[in-house]
């Protein structure tokens, strides 16, 4: 298969101009070329295409291999440039050599040159490729230079050989410049990683920045290179940080109830304080919370954290656990998401509420019996809101009102035993409730009810007040008792 091959000639002949192309043809290349005879139009080509090749006659009508040559250096192109001429001596042929010319070709021996070809564009490549890796070279000399970090090289006996612009700083810091001795520390240091061969880190203070300074030693060329880089702005964060996770922890570690975070295989990674101390004895980081918690080998069907895994959604629940000598809990669970809304970990939030259950079974126990001693009053005993509603109703006044259930109905007391909407008043009606509020304290007093069959009864009324903490009535129980046949004897 040919190799493609871009061709600039610079020939008046096109008979001349086919031989070569044929010569080049044979020698395994496909010529793009471009004949060219002035030097406008040779400077137009070189402008439109990139060349790989020039050949050039020694003499044009109007141009020649020579003002070729001149054309080519002033605009620095480095063009594999052979001469292909007829007429020309040895000796004007050494001279275009000398000039710039790559080779030269008679015309008379064109055997010669795809050969020629093939050599000066191997030549060619060869300096491309030496001179990329020059500038290569002059690059990698420029970088310690311009690098914006400073960086310094030493001697072995911590003399400063070189120090780029950004190193100023710390050279002020060690009072030296290039030339001069870094101070006794840190030339011992120089001299320190000379020996072992191991690279050592330094936090440097320098005008109110931190520097982190790495001395790299080169061993075998006996000098140190010292790469600082400004870690101001990372201190500063790392601070910040430090402080933050502080704070954090402290407010973690106050929280009175137990708080772990859970991973997703049900190991705790993180516990407060209140959690450890729990459990004392016993490795709270790391164990299985239903372990801990249940005394399971795995998680029971009672907990609720397996949803949160499972929904994202927050659980809240009240749970005895036997595990724990029969205390309760109040169990309240969140998800920690990533940023794709996957459930990664849960928080776990555990209060002990046994107390309050125990407080609060205590109360049931003598609200049941208090409910069961009003009840068996034969007094009609109740207990009235401050809007006159009837909250309580034993079963004499039950009866008295000749409604099953008084309280169920939402009615008012004047409603239900007097049967009007507005409270009772007036000396035969004295509402014992608007009779506490003015002695503000238990009052006695004769109230005519009427009684299930409609009948008026006359009735004495022992009514006491139930205050809030602020003092302000909120109920009050009151007793009726009968004395219409008293008072008619």
Not at 211 to 236: C, H, M, Q, S, W
Not at 266 to 288: D, P
Not at 468 to 486: H, K, M, P, Y
Request: aromatic share 6%; hydrophobic share 40%; net charge negative.
């Amino acid at each position: 298969m040919s190799t493609p091959l871009r061709v600039l000639i610079v020939e008046d002949s096109e008979d001349d101009t086919q031989l070569m192309l044929r010569e080049l043809r044979r020698g395994g290349y496909d010529p793009i070329f471009e004949r060219v005879e002035t030097a406008d139009q040779m400077q137009a080509a070189l402008n439109q295409q990139d060349w790989e090749l020039i050949l050039c006659d020694h003499a044009l009508p109007v141009f020649s291999a020579p003002k070729a040559l001149e054309l080519l250096k002033r605009i620095a192109l480095d063009i594999p440039f052979i001469e292909v001429s007829g007429k020309i001596g040895e000796e004007t042929a050494v001279e275009m050599m000398r000039a710039g010319a790559h080779d030269y070709v008679m015309k008379g021996n064109l055997a010669r040159l795809a050969p020629a070809v093939t050599r000066e564009l191997t030549e060619a490549g060869i300096r491309r490729d030496h001179k990329r890796a020059q500038q290569e070279i002059v690059d990698l000399a420029k970088f310690p230079a311009e690098s914006p970090d400073p960086v310094l090289r030493t001697a072995g006996d911590g003399t400063v050989i070189f120090a780029n612009k950004a190193a100023g700083p710390l050279l002020d810091t060690w009072s030296c410049r290039v030339g001069q001795a870094l101070p006794k520390q840190r030339a011992e240091l120089v001299a320190s990683v000379l020996v072992s061969g191991a690279r050592e880190d330094v936090e440097i203070e320098s005008d109110g920045r931190t520097f982190l300074v790495t001395f790299a030693p080169v061993v075998e060329a006996g000098y140190v290179n010292l790469y600082a880089r400004d870690i101001t702005e990372r201190k500063r964060a790392e601070e910040q940080l430090e402080l933050a996770v502080s704070r954090w922890e402290s407010t973690f570690d106050a929280v009175e109830d137990m708080v772990a975070v859970i991973d997703t295989d049900y190991r705790i990674v993180l516990a407060n304080r209140a959690m450890k101390e729990r459990f004392k004895g016993v490795t709270v980081l790391g164990a299985f919370c239903y372990e801990l918690i249940h005394g399971t080998d795995h998680p029971p069907e009672t907990c609720r954290a397996c949803k949160v895994f499972e929904t994202g959604e927050p659980q809240r629940w009240e749970i005895q656990e036997e595990h724990l000598g029969g205390c309760w809990l109040d169990v309240a669970t969140s998800p920690i998401k990533d940023e794709r809304g996957r459930v990664r970990q849960i928080v776990h939030s555990v209060r002990d509420i046994t107390e309050r259950k125990q407080a609060e079974e205590k109360i049931e126990k003598s609200r049941h019996l208090l409910g069961a001693v009003i009840e068996a009053i034969s007094d009609a005993t109740m207990v009235i809101a401050a809007d006159y509603r009837i909250v309580l109703a034993n079963r004499a006044a039950r009866d008295m009102a000749g409604v099953e259930d008084p309280v169920a109905t939402g009615l008012r007391c004047h409603q239900v035993f007097r049967h009007r909407d507005v409270p009772c008043d007036g000396v035969e009606h004295p509402c014992p409730l608007v009779q506490v509020v003015a002695a503000k304290g238990p009052v006695v007093v004769k109230h005519i009810y009427d009684d299930a069959e409609g009948n008026e009864v006359l009735m004495e009324v022992a009514a006491a007040p139930i205050f809030n903490e602020a003092g302000g009535l909120v109920q009050i129980v009151q007793s009726c008792r009968d004395i219409t046949n008293r008072v008619e004897e």
